[in-house]
């Protein structure tokens, strides 16, 4: 009789070690999983956190600072402010005044969204996320060099960041036409 039970559990053996190791391999794909949602949300918050920095520091610039007319090259200079950016190497676009991707077809555009009140980014594995702000503060547009100052596109466009690294960006308050800007730019060697 005691040698029929050391059979069985012999017998049983191998059925144990393969359920072990079908549960061992679930564990490992479930945090694997878990991971790449885990670094989509943290590069996420990351971008997020630095954009509500932002958000404080250009509402005090347009609640107390001056504006520059931008049509005039010897106006002097707006309120500014510099903003350090660290953006992560999974970001698909960080987008100030625009949605770049509204159908999600991978296809950029610069156009504006509600005047430019937003902030608009997507992270590979994510969503696009949008920060609106009032229309009446916060209207981004991209910068453009001409005649030795920087001055605005025409048609408007919005400022985009297409890739993950550290980004110095300058915003100026000015003015165009009676109407008030936050004019986006890259710290360079131009000014």
Partial sequence: MGSIRQNTAVDHLPVRLIMSLALIAAIISILCGASGWMRTFVAEQQIEYQCRQLEASLRTMVQSGATRDVDEPLAAEGAKRVQQFTVPSSVVFLSFGG??????????SSELSRYGAAIF??????????????EESFRFREGLYVDSHWTLHESGHSFILHQGGKYELIFEYVEKNHENFILIHQTDDIE
């Fill in 99 to 108: 949605n770049p991707d509204p159908t999600n077809q991978g296809w950029f």
């Fill in 121 to 134: 980014y997507k992270v590979q594995g994510g969503s696009t996320r949008v920060l609106w702000f009032s």
